[in-house]
C-alpha cells in the first residue's frame, strides 16, 4: 500500500510541476493563448513521450536490479525503489549529448518544419511504434532495447518519408550518424560479454574468497562485504542507465515543445544579454573566414543559402557551393540577434527561422567536421572557428529545461518500479544454467556501468539491456555454468527483429498520421 502511495504521489507531483513550469514559460515567452488544437497535440505528445520513458523504465532498469535481487542482497520492492532513485539522479546530472545525437538521425527536412502535420506525424509515430515494441518484448520477457528500438523507429520514419516524397529511401536518414549509432549498439555487448567474463576470471585469480563464486543457498543475504559490491554494481547502472536512456526521451520532448510553443522553446532565452556580442563577433567573423576560403560568389538570398546548405546535410555531397552558402547563413545569423539584441527578444514571427538557420548551420558545420571532405575547410584555423561557431549556436538552441529533466526522470523512475519480474527473470534464470552467483553479478553489472558511462561521455545511446545480458552470459561462459541456448536464441532475435520492426512499425504509422494531420 505504501509503494502504491509512493507511486500516485510522485506522478502526481511529476506532472503538476510540468504544467506549471510549462505554463510558466509559456507566460514568460509572451506569447499569449495557445490554440486548443496545439494545446491538445502539445499534451498527447508529451504524454506518450513521458509514456515511452516509464516503458523504458521497467523494461530496461530491470536489469540492473536482477543481480541484486538474486543474489538475495536487496528485498525486491527496496531493489527496484533503490534502482528507481539513481536512475532520477543520473537524468537530472546528463549532459544532453546523447539527446541531440539521437535527434540528429531524423530527415533534416521534418527536423526543420517540426510544428506542421508532418512533423507531428513524425513524433507520433516513433513514439507509438517504440513504445508497441518495447511492451511487445517485455510482455515476452525478452529484454530487447529500447535504444535499438528507438533509433529503427527514426530510421522507419525517415525512409517513409523520402519514398512519399518521391526520391530513394536510402536518401531519408543520416547514414553516418546511423553507422555510428549502430557500431555503438552492436560493439557494447561484445564489449560486455568479453569484459565480464574476463573480469570474472581475473576476480577468480586475486580474490580467493570461495562464498563469492557459489550460489545463494538460501534467502539469507550475503556477507556485508559482497553485498555491498553488489549494491554498488547495482546503484552505478541504475545512475548510467538513467544519464543515457533518459536524454533520448529528452530529446523528443524538446522536440514537441519547438514545433508547438517556438516562442518558448525554440532559443535559448536564458543566454545573458551580455553574451550576444561575442555570439555576433563569432558569427560575423566565421562568415568572413569562409569567403576568404572560396572564390565563388554568395548566394544572393538567405533563401538560397538555406537551401544549398540543407541539401548538403541530406545528401554529404560536398560541393564548392557549400562554403559561400555556409558563409552567408552565418552572417545572416549574426546579423538577426545583432538586431534583436538578445535571443528573448526575437520576435515571435521569426523564432522559427533563426532557430531553423542555427540549426542548419550547426548540422552542416557537424558534417564538414566528421567527414572532412571540403578541403579548404581542413586547417587549423577553419577548423577552430567552425568548432567556435558551432559551439554558439548549439548553446542557442540545444538545451533542456531542468522541468524537462525532472519530468523525464519521474517517469523513468517510477517506471522502474513496475513490471520489473519478467525481465528479471530471464536474466538471473534462463540465461545459464546455473544460479547467478555473487561474482558473476558483481562482474556483469561493473562492465555495464563502465560501459554505459563511457558511451555517455562519448555521445552515443548503448543498450542496457543488451550490456548487462551480455555480461552474465559472459561470466556464465567463463565459469563453465553453461548457457540456456533457448534464451540465448531469444535473445539474439529480438535484436535481430528490433530493427526491422521498429522501421516497419514507424514507417507505416507515419504514412498513416501524415493522412490525418
Known amino acids: 500500500m505504501a509503494s502504491i502511495v509512493l507511486f500516485v504521489g510522485l506522478l502526481a507531483m511529476g506532472l503538476a510541476y510540468a504544467a506549471y513550469s510549462l505554463s510558466s514559460d509559456?507566460?514568460?515567452?509572451?506569447?499569449?493563448?495557445?490554440?486548443y488544437v496545439s494545446f491538445i497535440?502539445?499534451?498527447?505528445?508529451?504524454?506518450?513521450?513521458?509514456?515511452?520513458?516509464?516503458v523504458n523504465g521497467f523494461h530496461d532498469t530491470a536489469n540492473a536490479v536482477a543481480t541484486v535481487i538474486y543474489t538475495h542482497s536487496m528485498p525486491p520492492g527496496v531493489a527496484v525503489v533503490w534502482s528507481g532513485f539513481f536512475n532520477f539522479l543520473g537524468v537530472l546530472l546528463s549532459s544532453g549529448v546523447v539527446a541531440f545525437g539521437i535527434i540528429s538521425l531524423l530527415p533534416v527536412e521534418l527536423i526543420l518544419q517540426v510544428g506542421s502535420g508532418a512533423g507531428f506525424a513524425m513524433v507520433f509515430a516513433l513514439l507509438i511504434a517504440a513504445i508497441a515494441w518495447n511492451l511487445g518484448t517485455w510482455w515476452l520477457g525478452l529484454p530487447a532495447s529500447s535504444s535499438h528500438t528507438l533509433v529503427g523507429s527514426i530510421i522507419g520514419v525517415g525512409i517513409a518519408n523520402a519514398l512519399m516524397h518521391g526520391r530513394d529511401g536510402t536518401s531519408g536518414v543520416d547514414w553516418a550518424q546511423a553507422a555510428s549509432v549502430g557500431k555503438a549498439l552492436l560493439i557494447s555487448p561484445i564489449v560486455g560479454f568479453v569484459c565480464a567474463a574476463l573480469l570474472l576470471l581475473a576476480m577468480k585469480a586475486l580474490i580467493r574468497n570461495r562464498a563469492l563464486y557459489e550460489a545463494p543457498s538460501s534467502d539469507a543475504p550475503p556477507p556485508l562485504w559482497i553485498r555491498c559490491l553488489l549494491i554498488f554494481t547495482c546503484t552505478g547502472v541504475s545512475f548510467?542507465?538513467?544519464?543515457?536512456?533518459?536524454?533520448?526521451?529528452?530529446?523528443?520532448?524538446?522536440?514537441?515543445?519547438?514545433?508547438?510553443?517556438p516562442m518558448a522553446?525554440?532559443?535559448?532565452?536564458?543566454?545573458?544579454?551580455?553574451?550576444?556580442?561575442?555570439?555576433?563577433?563569432?558569427?560575423?567573423?566565421?562568415?568572413?573566414?569562409?569567403?576568404?576560403r572560396t572564390a565563388l560568389v554568395a548566394p544572393a538570398s538567405d533563401k538560397e543559402a538555406r537551401e544549398e546548405v540543407a541539401e548538403f546535410i541530406r545528401t554529404r555531397t560536398p560541393v564548392p557551393e557549400v562554403v559561400p552558402a555556409l558563409a552567408t547563413l552565418a552572417g545572416s545569423i549574426g546579423r538577426q540577434v545583432q538586431d534583436h539584441g538578445s535571443l528573448a527578444r526575437v520576435p515571435a514571427a521569426a523564432v522559427a527561422n533563426v532557430r531553423n538557420d542555427m540549426y542548419l548551420a550547426s548540422e552542416a558545420i557537424r558534417v564538414i567536421q566528421k567527414n572532412g571532405n571540403l578541403p579548404q575547410l581542413a586547417d587549423g584555423d577553419a577548423q577552430k572557428q567552425l568548432k567556435a561557431f558551432k559551439g554558439e549556436l548549439d548553446d542557442a538552441t540545444k538545451f533542456i529545461p531542468l522541468w524537462v529533466k525532472v519530468s523525464v526522470a519521474i517517469a523513468l523512475g517510477l517506471g522502474t518500479m513496475v513490471g520489473?519480474?519478467?525481465?528479471?527473470?530471464?536474466?538471473g534464470e534462463k540465461i545459464g544454467k546455473t544460479h547467478l552467483t555473487y561474482a558473476q553479478g558483481a562482474s556483469a553489472e561493473l562492465v555495464a556501468m563502465a560501459t554505459i558511462g563511457a558511451a555517455d561521455v562519448y555521445g552515443m545511446p548503448v543498450s542496457t539491456t543488451h550490456v548487462?545480458?551480455?555480461?552474465?552470459?559472459?561470466?556464465?561462459?567463463?565459469?563453465?555454468?553453461?548457457?540456456?541456448?533457448?534464451?540465448?536464441?531469444?535473445?539474439l532475435l529480438a535484436w535481430v527483429l528490433t530493427l526491422p520492426a521498429a522501421m516497419l512499425l514507424s514507417g507505416s504509422l507515419y504514412w498513416l498520421l501524415s493522412h490525418v494531420f
Not at 26 to 35: E, L, P, Y
Not at 47 to 54: S, V, Y
Not at 420 to 427: D, G
Open 468 to 491: 548487462l545480458s551480455s555480461g552474465v552470459a559472459g561470466t556464465m561462459a567463463a565459469n563453465r555454468s553453461g548457457l540456456q541456448m533457448s534464451t540465448l536464441r531469444n535473445l
Open 265 to 292: 522553446y525554440a532559443l535559448n532565452r536564458a543566454m545573458p544579454e551580455a553574451h550576444m556580442q561575442q555570439f555576433v563577433v563569432t558569427a560575423q567573423t566565421t562568415q568572413a573566414q569562409l569567403m576568404k
Open 420 to 427: 520489473w519480474k519478467r525481465i528479471v527473470v530471464t536474466v
Open 41 to 54: 497535440l502539445l499534451g498527447v505528445a508529451l504524454l506518450i513521450a513521458l509514456g515511452f520513458e516509464f
Open 26 to 35: 509559456v507566460t514568460a515567452a509572451g506569447i499569449g493563448t495557445v490554440t
Open 240 to 261: 548510467a542507465h538513467g544519464s543515457n536512456d533518459g536524454q533520448k526521451g529528452m530529446g523528443l520532448i524538446m522536440l514537441i515543445l519547438v514545433g508547438t510553443v
